[in-house]
């Protein structure tokens, strides 16, 4: 955003803002944020944050209710206020407010547990991973992922691959949707089988996407991505 904001401009914003325009307030926050109108601060930008949020912005309110659960310089934490903010997110249609807050980049990185017998494709798919902003944890196959999904540690994501010793990945998946009782954590396949009654059986079970091998990384990425935030 260009410092070379003219009054006309500003002055423009503010008459759209008070009449009740969600762009126009959203816009006014974000300058007064960055610091580009004379006399701005982070008050003023909560001000106009907190109308966008009235509107009708979940992620306005979002924001402003981790400001408020943090505190800022100027800012003591306030947890009533971050709750308000928080369930006036949700009525929003934002279910989650910290999965929203990651989706849009204002907090936790996402982790991905990779499942691959393959050391190849799973420094291959580390890499992809790691490049684009995720956290990746790697497991050898089916029995070690799932002894790591029973100590209770956050994943956003389970990528794994079909054919695998002991245990393949839909056998897998059967076990983290009914024994382990995982039944809102996504599961991507990456693989290279094409049957279609492995297919079948893994959509009933849930599974969120199906990559085939080779992967393309922009495409593999994409659905990982919708996977995460569906």
């Keep these: 955003m ?10 423009e914003l503010l008459t759209a803002a ?3 325009d969600l762009e126009a307030q959203i816009a ?8 580009l109108i004379p ?7 909560m001000r106009w944050y907190s109308k966008a949020a009235k509107s009708g ?7 402003l209710g981790e400001i408020y659960q943090q505190g800022t310089n100027e800012l003591p934490p306030d947890s009533k206020i971050a709750e308000s903010y928080f369930q006036l ?14 989706e849009a980049g204002i907090v936790a990185i996402r982790t991905i547990l990779v499942v691959d017998d393959s050391q190849t494709i799973r420094a291959l798919t580390r890499t992809l991973l790691k490049n ?26 389970v990528l794994s691959d079909v054919e695998m010793p002991n245990m393949d990945g839909v056998e897998m998946l059967d076990v983290i949707r009914n024994r382990l009782k995982r039944r809102d954590l996504p599961v991507v396949m990456l693989t290279s089988v094409r049957k279609v009654e492995v297919l079948k059986k893994a959509k009933q079970l849930g599974v969120q996407g199906w990559v085939l091998k080779p992967f393309d990384n922009e495409i593999l990425l994409q659905i990982v991505k919708k996977a995460i935030v569906v």
């Design 89 to 102: 997110a949700e009525k929003g249609g934002y279910r989650q407010a910290e999965d929203r807050l990651r």
């Design 57 to 63: 912005d979940p992620l306005a309110a979002l924001f």
């Design 2 to 11: 260009s410092q070379e904001y003219s009054k006309k401009p500003v002055e």
């Design 132 to 157: 684009s902003g995720y956290e990746v944890i790697e497991a050898v196959d089916a029995a070690q992922a799932i002894r790591f999904l029973q100590t209770g540690a956050h994943v956003d994501l």
């Design 28 to 35: 006014l926050a974000t300058l007064h944020e960055l610091g």
């Design 39 to 45: 006399g701005s601060s982070m008050t003023e930008a």
């Design 18 to 20: 008070k009449g009740g």
